[in-house]
């Protein structure tokens, strides 16, 4: 499985490269955005996997735009890469210190606690008149590692670069769910007092999972600012916590991929219903993804499970002489 994983992933990653980049602008772009928000929904897999549900991943999601967004306004850098790079740290610093509170606590309590913190962010940034207040603010197309793309392909190398650092990630998350680590995680969801008394810190295994969906989170957002070209404080909202959870649900937490499927799938039905039923969008996403959760209660990935489930295992023959 770990082999047919790791050899899949590109190989898909490739197929939908080859779709985005021929593909018309408006899919390369809808792309883009379902694998940037993709890697915050993976960041929330990996603590649903240690049973901890975060109703404040927005916080760093905000964190990691807006940290890039300052940086190429303010310090003049226009590196990709660079500003990826200093959203990711300055979300893990933030979530350093956040986590040494928030991993103390388990079930709806770890929920609502980092869902306010969410929340203080967004405060802080809508009452700030020098970061745009409710409009926010652009970001200007930045280079890739010196590499400066025509504006007419601007968005579709922002495709490209997406989704190889969605690609390297889900990798990395596939080593480390089926390492000790991960192994160890799981078992805090199943009994965390025994992880205990085998000598091992719940606490740590939680406040590294803290900080790596901050990570995630982090790359996620600095993509979206630098695909859409504007941040603003609704990034760091409740409601945007509540989607990437919804997405989470959606998608199952039986594979990395699992995240990414329910990204597209989530943003190719809000954006049709969008575009056929403008008035009545939010009725029409809310009734078919219902119905998703309905009939597939335990995500999308799962109709993969049952696939592979159905086809049969080769069972040897066996003989037996039946005396007359």
């Known amino acids: 499985m770990k ?21 018309p ?18 960041g929330v897999v990996l603590q649903m996997r240690a049973g901890l549900v975060s109703f404040g991943q927005a916080l760093y999601y905000c964190i990691g735009g807006y940290a890039a967004g300052l940086a190429a306004k303010h310090l003049g850098i226009q590196d990709a890469i660079v500003l990826l790079a200093l959203g990711v740290v300055a979300s893990l610093m933030m979530a350093a210190l956040c986590g040494i509170m928030v991993a103390r606590y388990r079930d ?5 606690l980092s869902m306010a913190l969410s929340m203080i962010v ?18 200007a197309n930045p280079s890739y590692l010196g590499f400066q793309p025509d504006p007419s392909q ?3 190398v922002a ?6 650092i969605a690609l390297v990630a889900a990798l990395v998350c596939h080593r480390v769910l089926r390492s000790r680590f991960g192994r160890l ?13 085998l000598g091992i810190s719940p606490f740590g295994l939680v406040y590294l999972n803290y900080c790596g969906a901050a990570v995630l989170s982090a790359l996620g957002g600095g993509l979206i600012a630098i695909a859409t070209g504007h941040v603003d404080p609704d990034m760091a909202f409740w409601a945007t916590s509540g989607e990437f959870v919804f997405m989470a649900l959606l998608g199952g937490t039986a594979h990395v991929a699992a995240p990414f499927v329910a990204a597209i799938v989530f943003s190719a039905v809000r954006t049709f219903a969008i575009q056929e039923a403008p008035h ?6 809310g009734s078919v993804l219902l119905a998703l959760i309905l009939f597939l209660p335990k995500g999308l990935w799962s109709l993969v499970s049952r696939r592979r489930a159905a086809v049969p295992a080769e069972i040897p023959s066996v003989t037996k002489e039946v005396s007359p």
Request: hydrophobic share 55%; glycine share 8%; no cysteine.
């Open 122 to 139: 967004y405060g802080m940034l809508v009452k700030s008149s020098a970061l745009g207040s409710t409009d926010g603010f652009n970001v």
């Open 25 to 42: 602008d408006w899919l390369s772009f809808l792309l883009t955005l379902a694998f940037a928000k993709g890697l915050v929904v993976l």
């Open 108 to 112: 709806i309590f770890y929920a609502m």
């Open 154 to 156: 601007a968005k579709r």
């Open 185 to 197: 995680s799981e078992a805090v969801r199943e009994n965390e007092i025994r992880v205990d008394f």
């Open 3 to 23: 082999f047919k994983s790791e050899l899949g992933l590109p190989l898909a990653a490739g197929s939908i490269a080859a779709l985005g980049w021929a593909g």
């Open 280 to 285: 009545l969008w939010q009725l029409t996403l």
């Open 159 to 164: 495709f490209l670069v997406t989704l190889a």
